[in-house]
């Protein structure tokens, strides 16, 4: 009795393990999507599938090298967009992965192109970032450019310099309804619903909008309606103190094409590669 209970628990198993295997998707089927993906421009699921394929076969140059270019095509849209710090940090993936597909295929031409290529996008970044940063210390920045620097911060994964930041963007301009809600929003990630709802409501009172309405009607704090009809005004947050006196020259140029020169993002030009490994 107990040898068949054995042989059946052992058959169970191995039932359980093919059908485990059998749903796995083979690393060449991966590969494969990937470049259909990446040819109808789709960024997302191209990296997604390449990376997959890589996870189960890290051995294989071409996949190794089309990981590096969508992490270099995605930074090119991130430079577009201002997103200077994530932009530097997808050009640091793409030259790993370029790397990477060089250790296996030394004569790789397109890796050893793509390393130099996303080396020097890299420093590219990283003056039109220093760039912008400079004149910042010589202005009073507007709150639209201290959002887009918080935006870049949480892009690149710091989110307690993306807090700040668009703090002193609220701090500014404190009566710019885009800066308190953008910081109130901010607040509701990081726990602070209290808080966060402050600023939020006054966000709505400036300037009434159905997006911020929906995010009051979700954590009950709709805003009270006076006797005529209209919003009750909303007390500035406690928080928030009352900018001094401006020392603001002008608007803060976006980070400069021309110290940077950042480039427009385009697909590779090269057709996919054939999978000769």
């Known amino acids: 009795m107990k040898l068949r209970r054995s042989i059946g628990s052992a058959t169970l198993a191995a039932l359980l393990l093919a059908a485990g295997c059998s749903n796995e ?27 997959s394929a890589y996870q189960k076969r890290p051995g294989h140059a071409n996949t190794c090298y089309w990981l590096g270019r969508c992490h270099l095509d995605t930074a090119r849209k991130q430079a577009q967009d201002e997103s200077l710090i994530a932009a530097m940090t997808y050009a640091d993936k793409a030259i790993f992965y370029f790397e990477s597909a ?15 290529e996303a080396a020097r996008l890299k420093g590219d970044y990283a003056k039109a970032l220093a760039t912008a940063e400079g004149v910042g210390h010589l ?34 301009e404190h009566d710019n309804p885009a ?62 103190p009352r900018p001094g006196p401006s020392r603001q020259m002008g608007s803060m140029p976006r980070p400069s094409r021309e110290a940077g020169s950042i480039e427009k993002y385009e697909p590779a030009a090269e057709p996919p590669q054939a999978d000769v490994r």
Do not use: C
């Open 179 to 240: 800066a308190l809600e953008a910081y109130g929003r901010a607040l509701l990630i990081a726990g602070e619903r209290d808080r966060a709802l402050g600023y939020l409501r006054k966000a709505y009172e400036i300037r009434p909008s159905v997006a911020v309405l929906e995010t009051l009607y979700d954590y009950g704090a709709v805003p009270d309606l006076a006797p005529d009809g209209n919003l009750k005004s909303v007390p500035m947050p406690a928080d928030l």
């Open 139 to 172: 202005l009073t920045p507007t709150a639209d450019i201290l959002m887009a620097k918080a935006r870049a911060y949480a892009d690149g994964g710091d989110m307690d310099r993306a807090l700040i930041t668009w703090r002193q963007a609220a701090i500014t």
């Open 102 to 116: 060089i250790k296996i295929a030394p004569s790789h031409v397109l890796a050893i192109k793509g390393r130099a």
């Open 25 to 51: 998707v083979h690393p060449r089927i991966r590969y494969g999507d990937g470049l259909q993906a990446y040819q109808k421009g789709n960024l997302t699921a191209a990296t997604a599938d390449f990376q």
